[in-house]
């Protein structure tokens, strides 16, 4: 039995005809089938609910997360079990990194000054920037980073990569790996700064005045992962004094932002209000992605995705 934590109107759920569920938004939902129910499936709801229901299904022996991004959703009860977690990491990394491509285009390519020369009905010729050659430095090696190395590396981009632990053997697509105690070197290098790092105590403001001061005059921020793992207050602080190029942005400190934000006045920012990977089918995408889960669970396969729930991620 797998305990559904979604709203019963969800069109997703009716994937699930042929798995064996209940689904619910509240404790009150699950009744007795938490008592033998070897499965959650956290589509939606909050943490607590989801801690609330854990604690009441004591033969649970895995727990999935549509989610990627997990820093709101652990809890110590989870943390120290046995229960396996997995997360919906991969899923949504292919538009992820599409987005990054294209905002390194929009500012290699000035589309801001071709949006305004076009609303001034101005014919105004000026130079542009190729990315072939430029370097892309990817803090966060995971999925989206690998997704983003395959588009920049296929670009002619240079790929330099932050990860506390590099592949053995490297990886064909970045020249070169640094450790986090190395993220000075890694943006001293790069033309665009990729933030692809999941949100954990070592990485909140990973990215502060510090590091926006390493940058050159002439880099670009982008932040794909978790909100808070850039000091919102120090990039507005770089980005108001130019001391660096720009920001494409599709997660905050705080969401959604807030009317009086100064972000919103900066002329070298790209907003995306946290819908990079939001495409038509990215629901069904997730959905897909726990039956496969699910069915190599059944068969006793290992699942994909397992978090390392000490460290996050």
Known sequence: MVLVLAAQNDAQLAMLKDIPHVVGNDLAAFGQAMADAAVILHWSGDRELLRAVFLASPRVRWVHSRAA??????????????VPLTNGSGVFSQSLAEFALAAILYFAKDFPRMLRNKAARRWEQFDVEEIAGQTVGIVGYGDIGRAVARR??????????LKRHPPEGGDPMVEKFYGPER?????GRSDYVVAAAPLT?????LISDAEFAAMKPSGVILNLGRGPVIDQAAMVRALSAKRIKGAALDVFEQEPIRP????????????????????????????????????RFK????LENVVNKRLGY
């Open 152 to 161: 920049c590396h296929a670009m002619e981009m240079r790929v330099l990569a």
């Open 260 to 295: 009086g934000d100064p972000i919103w006045r900066l002329e070298n920012v790209f907003i995306s209000p946290h819908c990079a990977d939001n495409t038509r089918d990215w629901l069904n995408d997730a959905m897909q992605f726990f039956i496969k889960q699910y069915r």
């Open 299 to 302: 068969s006793g396969e290992e």
């Open 69 to 82: 991004g997990l820093d709101t959703f652990l809890f110590p009860e989870l943390v120290n079990s046995d």
């Open 201 to 205: 105590a070592e990485t909140r403001h």
């Open 183 to 187: 993220l000075a070197e890694l943006l």
